[in-house]
C-alpha cells in the first residue's frame, strides 16, 4: 500500500511539473487557438471579419501588437490548470488502471484497451473538474486584446483579479460555467493520450526493437499527441465558447455546439485545428517525455536520498 502511495505521489508531483514546463513551451500557440475559435462567433462565414488568418499569422499579429505578454496572457493561470489536471491524470491513470483490471481480470499486469480508456478519460475528467476555474480565467485572460479583440471582452488584470470578478459578478456558479464542456473535452482528449502512448511505446519496443530512453518516449508521445488533437478539438472549440462567454450566448455545451454549426458551418467546430495542433504536440511530447524523466529522477532521489523508515512512509 506504502509503494502504491509512493509511485501515486511521484507520478502527480511529476505529471504537475512536466505540465508546466510544455506549457511554457506551447502557450503562444494555445492563445492564438483561442482567438481563432472565437473568431466570427455566430456569423456567417461570408460576414466574418478574420483578423488572424492562421497559427504564424496570428503569432506574429498579436506579438506585433502585444508584444511578448499578449502572447503570454493568462500563463498564471494555466500553470495552475496544468498542475491540477496533469497531476490528476498522470497520478490517478495508473492506479485506477491497475485497481479496474484486478477487479475485472484478478491480474493487474493485464492489457485491456477498454480498462485503458476508461482509466484515462476518468482521470483527466476528474482534473478537469478540479482545475475548471483556472482554465475558465486562462481562456477568459488570452482572449482579451486591446487591438483586435474577438469575442466577449474580459479586462482582468491577472489570475486573482479574474476569480474576483468572476466570483462577484457571476457567483460561484460563474466559476464553473463551462464545465461540462470542459469535462468532455478533456475525457476525449485523456481517454486516448495515454493509451495512445503506451500502446505506441509497446509497439514501437515489440516491431522496431526501440530500447527505453528518451528517443522512444518522443516517438510514442508524438503519436499520441496526434490522435489527441483529432479527437479533442470539436469540444475544445466548444469549451472555449462556453468559457469565454457569461451566460448570454449559451445555454449548455449542445446549444453551443449546434448554434456554431448552424450558424457558421460545419466546419467551424474545426477553427483553430493547426493551432491546436502546433500547440498540443510539442506539449504532448514535453509532458509525456518529461514526466517519464522526472519520475525517474525522483525514484532515484527516494532510492539514494531518503531514509528507510520514511520511504515506507510515502
Same mark, same amino acid.
Request: a positive charge; proline letters at 4%.
Given at each position: 500500500?506504502?509503494?502504491?502511495?509512493?509511485?501515486?505521489?511521484?507520478?502527480?508531483?511529476?505529471?504537475?511539473?512536466?505540465?508546466?514546463?510544455?506549457?511554457?513551451?506551447?502557450?503562444?500557440?494555445?492563445?492564438?487557438?483561442?482567438?481563432?475559435?472565437?473568431?466570427?462567433?455566430?456569423?456567417?462565414?461570408?460576414?466574418?471579419?478574420?483578423?488572424?488568418?492562421?497559427?504564424?499569422?496570428?503569432?506574429?499579429?498579436?506579438?506585433?501588437?502585444?508584444?511578448?505578454?499578449?502572447?503570454?496572457?493568462?500563463? *498564471? !493561470? $494555466?500553470?495552475?490548470?496544468?498542475?491540477? @489536471?496533469?497531476?490528476? /491524470? +498522470?497520478?490517478?491513470?495508473? #492506479?485506477?488502471?491497475?485497481?479496474?483490471?484486478?477487479?475485472?481480470?484478478?491480474?493487474?499486469?493485464?492489457?485491456?484497451?477498454?480498462?485503458?480508456?476508461?482509466?484515462?478519460?476518468?482521470?483527466?475528467?476528474? *482534473? !478537469? $473538474?478540479?482545475?475548471?476555474?483556472?482554465? @475558465?480565467?486562462?481562456? /477568459? +485572460?488570452?482572449?482579451?486584446? #486591446?487591438?483586435?479583440?474577438?469575442?466577449?471582452?474580459?479586462?482582468?488584470?491577472?489570475?486573482?483579479?479574474?476569480?474576483?470578478?468572476?466570483?462577484?459578478?457571476?457567483?460561484?456558479?460563474?466559476?464553473?460555467? *463551462?464545465?461540462?464542456?470542459?469535462?468532455?473535452?478533456?475525457?476525449?482528449?485523456?481517454?486516448?493520450?495515454?493509451?495512445?502512448?503506451?500502446?505506441?511505446?509497446?509497439?514501437?519496443?515489440?516491431?522496431?526493437?526501440?530500447?527505453?530512453?528518451?528517443?522512444?518516449?518522443?516517438?510514442?508521445?508524438?503519436?499520441?499527441?496526434?490522435?489527441?488533437?483529432?479527437?479533442?478539438?470539436?469540444?475544445?472549440?466548444?469549451?472555449?465558447?462556453?468559457?469565454?462567454?457569461?451566460?448570454?450566448?449559451?445555454?449548455?455545451?449542445?446549444?453551443?455546439?449546434?448554434?456554431?454549426?448552424?450558424?457558421?458551418?460545419?466546419?467551424?467546430?474545426?477553427?483553430?485545428?493547426?493551432?491546436?495542433?502546433?500547440?498540443?504536440?510539442?506539449?504532448?511530447?514535453?509532458?509525456?517525455?518529461?514526466?517519464?524523466?522526472?519520475?525517474?529522477?525522483?525514484?532515484?532521489?527516494?532510492?539514494?536520498?531518503?531514509?528507510?523508515?520514511?520511504?515506507?512512509?510515502?
Amino acid at each position: 500500500m506504502s509503494t502504491t502511495l509512493g509511485q501515486w505521489n511521484s507520478a502527480f508531483i511529476a505529471g504537475g511539473i512536466a505540465a508546466c514546463g510544455a506549457v511554457t513551451v506551447t502557450h503562444p500557440f494555445e492563445t492564438v487557438k483561442i482567438r481563432l475559435q472565437l473568431q466570427g462567433e455566430l456569423q456567417s462565414k461570408r460576414d466574418a471579419p478574420r483578423m488572424y488568418k492562421g497559427v504564424f499569422h496570428g503569432v506574429s499579429v498579436i506579438a506585433k501588437n502585444e508584444g511578448a505578454k499578449g502572447l503570454f496572457r493568462g500563463i *498564471g !493561470a $494555466a500553470y495552475l490548470y496544468q498542475m491540477i @489536471l496533469n497531476g490528476c /491524470r +498522470l497520478g490517478f491513470y495508473e #492506479p485506477l488502471r491497475q485497481n479496474t483490471t484486478m477487479a475485472i481480470f484478478k491480474d493487474a499486469n493485464v492489457q485491456s484497451l477498454g480498462v485503458n480508456i476508461f482509466s484515462g478519460a476518468s482521470s483527466g475528467i476528474l *482534473g !478537469a $473538474a478540479a482545475g475548471s476555474p483556472f482554465f @475558465l480565467v486562462k481562456t /477568459r +485572460l488570452q482572449s482579451f486584446s #486591446p487591438f483586435l479583440p474577438v469575442g466577449t471582452q474580459h479586462p482582468y488584470k491577472n489570475t486573482i483579479d479574474g476569480l474576483r470578478q468572476i466570483h462577484h459578478n457571476e457567483g460561484t456558479k460563474g466559476l464553473y460555467r *463551462g464545465v461540462g464542456a470542459a469535462m468532455v473535452r478533456t475525457g476525449f482528449g485523456s481517454s486516448v493520450q495515454l493509451p495512445t502512448y503506451f500502446f505506441a511505446k509497446r509497439r514501437l519496443v515489440k516491431h522496431l526493437g526501440m530500447k527505453e530512453g528518451a528517443v522512444l518516449h518522443l516517438a510514442s508521445s508524438t503519436a499520441s499527441g496526434f490522435v489527441v488533437c483529432c479527437v479533442m478539438h470539436p469540444p475544445d472549440t466548444v469549451m472555449s465558447r462556453m468559457y469565454n462567454q457569461t451566460g448570454n450566448l449559451y445555454t449548455g455545451a449542445l446549444d453551443c455546439f449546434l448554434k456554431t454549426i448552424k450558424t457558421e458551418g460545419l466546419l467551424a467546430i474545426y477553427k483553430g485545428y493547426f493551432a491546436h495542433l502546433a500547440r498540443i504536440l510539442p506539449h504532448t511530447v514535453l509532458t509525456l517525455t518529461l514526466a517519464e524523466q522526472t519520475n525517474k529522477l525522483m525514484r532515484k532521489f527516494e532510492d539514494n536520498m531518503l531514509p528507510g523508515t520514511l520511504k515506507e512512509k510515502i
